[in-house]
């Protein structure tokens, strides 16, 4: 039981367009919720997160947006740059601010930006 | 700063053989983590600790072991080595103290079993 899940296991945008990377979770316990970005044979680098207390938080090109309701964020890259192409990991904890538990991700979708 | 270092970087066993995945983070985190990644699909917790001497389960710990005797190091042990563990393995940490669940990956060992 896939508690998140991103449904596209790859997207493909122009260079300078925007990126828009989606995200459902089904555990309404859940928190906090954070995106990574991974290049290939790299661990998962932190880009940015969301308290459930928020609905949105931009940092520079970035801007991660959650839908508690419908319970979906999405994460907005504008403009897409070439090296903004990896793959995207979508990621959720139970408990904000000091809870000891692990991370909960979804597969992943491969973003592509196209010169 | 290194951060979070992990060795090997690869490593082939054979079934039936066992190794040891060594993790060590320089950034004095109270907290460590262990995950697997299987092919096309998200980071899996294996184990956790929340400080030296003290280690618990994540979603999919079985064939594994851990240890923490120190803050620094979180080595992650495979006894009898099978063709199902066969994934690359991340290590993690991320300070107690904050409201962010930040945590900090190293950069992984790829491990195969035949």
């Known amino acids: 039981d896939q508690q998140v899940k991103q449904n596209s296991p790859s997207l493909s945008v122009q260079e300078g367009r925007i990126s828009i990377l989606n995200c459902d979770y089904t555990?309404?316990?859940?928190?906090?919720f954070l995106w990574y970005k991974k290049y290939p044979a790299e661990g998962p680098t932190f880009l940015i997160s969301?308290?459930?207390?928020?609905d949105k938080n931009e940092d520079g090109r970035f801007t991660v947006f959650l839908n508690k309701s419908a319970k979906h964020l999405s994460l907005h890259i504008v403009p897409s740059q070439p090296g903004d192409s990896a793959v995207y990991f979508c990621?959720?904890?139970?408990?904000?601010?000091?809870?000891?538990?692990?991370?909960?991700f979804g597969k992943g979708t491969h973003l592509i930006i196209q010169p | 700063n290194a951060g979070v270092t992990q060795t090997p970087k690869f490593r082939i066993l054979k079934i039936g053989q066992s190794m040891t995945l060594q993790c060590t983070q320089d950034?004095?985190?109270?907290?460590m983590y262990w995950y697997r990644q299987d092919p096309g699909m998200g980071l899996k917790l294996i184990y956790y600790?929340?400080?030296?001497?003290?280690?618990d389960k994540g979603e999919v710990p079985n064939g594994y072991n851990v240890s923490r005797s120190t803050t620094e190091d979180f080595p992650l042990r495979l006894e009898l080595a099978a063709p199902s563990q066969t994934s690359v393995y991340f290590c993690?940490?991320?300070?107690?103290?904050?409201?962010?669940?930040?945590?900090?990956f190293g950069p992984g060992t790829r491990l195969t079993v035949l």
């Open positions: 950034m004095n985190h109270n907290y």
């Open positions: 555990n309404s316990m859940f928190d906090y």
């Open positions: 993690a940490s991320r300070p107690r103290e904050g409201l962010s669940d930040t945590q900090y």
């Open positions: 969301i308290s459930s207390i928020k």
């Open positions: 990621a959720a904890s139970l408990y904000s601010g000091g809870g000891a538990d692990g991370l909960t």
């Open positions: 600790s929340v400080g030296a001497g003290i280690t």
